[in-house]
């Protein structure tokens, strides 16, 4: 268990990500690449890498074993702003961080030259792990992109509104199982080993990611930026991923969803909003709502979550795709 003790100006900066980070979402998915974690809901994404990987990768996957530790140094702070932004800070990373990083690694890998060279802090080892980041992110995440980016939002919506309206305790103890909240102290259970980290002022955030599985995931090292990384609770798109009922057919859903009343629901529904909310902004019954919101849920449009006595309703990726479409042929009409 990890427990991370928070002080008063711990909770003033205790912030939730505005979106995937893809220094994160590149690492825990070369862990699901490997393994065989989330095998029914990554099959197709697992195949369609795997046909497409390069050599050239090879020493990518040396430092990131399907299980146990991977290296503190391939998950910057900076990787928040973009991948650009993460691969220029991975550059920058000192001899002395990826000689400790990689000692905790040979306990699980034994090195090899290269990563004995990249220890020693060789620029061409280092531009070598930067080139490989990048190839791969592009082949293994860039074109699912905008599942991730529909997938993270949503998320982001649900936990906004239960922070608004719950607090910090409504909102944690929403999150995921293996999180307790014992103030002054945030409990992650699940990991073999008991860790206290301090805060001390530092704040802690919170990142949503597509591709990490089941556990949420955290840095090694106490001294280093404190984030705590959670899986989303909906996944739906090329990945042949679905939360779905499977045994619901989607056309029939589909095909239903056409007409003015149920577009209109889900228009309102791209900002998040309660079934009562949505009854309100449509202007029809809550019994009506409530109709419309199941047909656009069952065709995979849709995520709905309970939370106290309120019914959440935010967007999955299928349902922001074929808004986004609607909204650009309606442009592309009137311009």
């Given at each position: 268990?990890?427990?991370?003790?928070?002080?008063?100006?711990?909770?003033?900066?205790?912030?939730?990500?505005?979106?995937?980070?893809?220094?994160?979402?590149?690492?825990?998915?070369?862990?699901?690449?490997?393994?065989?974690?989330?095998?029914?809901?990554?099959?197709?994404?697992?195949?369609?890498?795997?046909?497409?990987?390069?050599?050239?990768l090879?020493?990518?996957l040396?430092?990131?074993?399907?299980?146990?530790?991977?290296?503190?140094?391939?998950?910057?702070?900076?990787?928040?702003?973009?991948?650009?932004?993460?691969?220029?800070a991975?550059?920058?990373?000192?001899?002395?961080?990826?000689?400790?990083?990689?000692?905790?690694?040979?306990?699980?890998?034994?090195?090899?030259?290269?990563?004995?060279?990249?220890?020693?802090?060789?620029?061409d080892?280092?531009?070598?792990?930067?080139?490989?980041?990048?190839?791969?992110?592009?082949?293994?995440?860039?074109?699912?992109?905008?599942?991730?980016?529909?997938?993270?939002?949503?998320?982001?919506?649900?936990?906004t509104r239960?922070?608004?309206?719950?607090?910090?305790?409504?909102?944690?103890?929403?999150?995921?199982?293996?999180?307790?909240?014992?103030?002054?102290?945030?409990?992650?259970?699940?990991?073999?080993?008991?860790?206290d980290?301090?805060?001390?002022?530092?704040?802690?955030?919170?990142?949503?990611?597509?591709?990490?599985?089941?556990?949420?995931?955290?840095?090694?090292?106490?001294?280093?930026?404190?984030?705590?990384?959670?899986?989303?609770?909906?996944?739906?798109?090329?990945?042949?991923?679905?939360?779905?009922?499977?045994?619901?057919?989607?056309?029939?859903?589909?095909?239903?969803?056409?007409?003015?009343?149920?577009?209109?629901?889900?228009e309102?529904?791209?900002?998040?909003?309660?079934?009562?909310?949505?009854?309100?902004?449509?202007?029809?019954?809550?019994?009506?709502?409530?109709?419309?919101?199941?047909?656009?849920?069952?065709?995979?449009?849709?995520?709905?979550?309970?939370?106290?006595?309120?019914?959440?309703?935010?967007?999955?990726?299928?349902?922001?795709?074929?808004?986004?479409?609607?909204?650009?042929?309606?442009?592309?009409?009137?311009?």
């Amino acid at each position: 268990m990890i427990r991370f003790h928070f002080t008063e100006s711990d909770l003033v900066r205790f912030r939730l990500a505005s979106g995937p980070d893809p220094m994160w979402e590149t690492l825990l998915s070369l862990h699901l690449l490997q393994g065989r974690a989330g095998g029914l809901v990554f099959r197709q994404w697992r195949h369609a890498v795997r046909r497409r990987l390069s050599p050239t990768l090879r020493p990518l996957l040396e430092l990131t074993p399907p299980y146990g530790y991977s290296p503190d140094f391939l998950t910057p702070t900076a990787g928040a702003d973009g991948l650009d932004a993460g691969i220029e800070a991975l550059l920058a990373t000192s001899r002395h961080r990826l000689r400790a990083d990689l000692r905790h690694l040979a306990a699980y890998r034994p090195a090899s030259s290269w990563t004995k060279s990249l220890a020693d802090g060789e620029r061409d080892s280092l531009r070598l792990l930067a080139a490989t980041v990048r190839d791969y992110h592009r082949l293994a995440v860039a074109p699912y992109a905008r599942w991730i980016q529909a997938a993270t939002d949503a998320e982001r919506v649900a936990r906004t509104r239960i922070l608004a309206t719950m607090g910090v305790e409504g909102m944690i103890s929403s999150l995921h199982p293996d999180l307790r909240w014992r103030p002054p102290v945030l409990e992650v259970h699940g990991f073999r080993v008991t860790r206290d980290v301090y805060l001390d002022g530092r704040g802690l955030s919170l990142i949503p990611s597509f591709f990490c599985w089941e556990q949420p995931t955290l840095l090694r090292e106490p001294d280093r930026r404190p984030v705590l990384v959670y899986p989303v609770a909906d996944r739906l798109g090329p990945m042949g991923a679905t939360t779905a009922n499977p045994a619901s057919s989607p056309d029939a859903p589909l095909v239903a969803l056409l007409g003015p009343t149920r577009a209109a629901v889900l228009e309102a529904v791209d900002a998040g909003c309660t079934t009562t909310e949505l009854a309100r902004r449509v202007g029809v019954s809550l019994a009506t709502a409530s109709r419309h919101a199941s047909v656009l849920r069952d065709a995979g449009l849709i995520s709905t979550r309970r939370f106290g006595g309120s019914v959440l309703h935010s967007l999955r990726p299928l349902g922001t795709e074929i808004l986004g479409t609607a909204r650009t042929g309606a442009g592309a009409r009137n311009g």
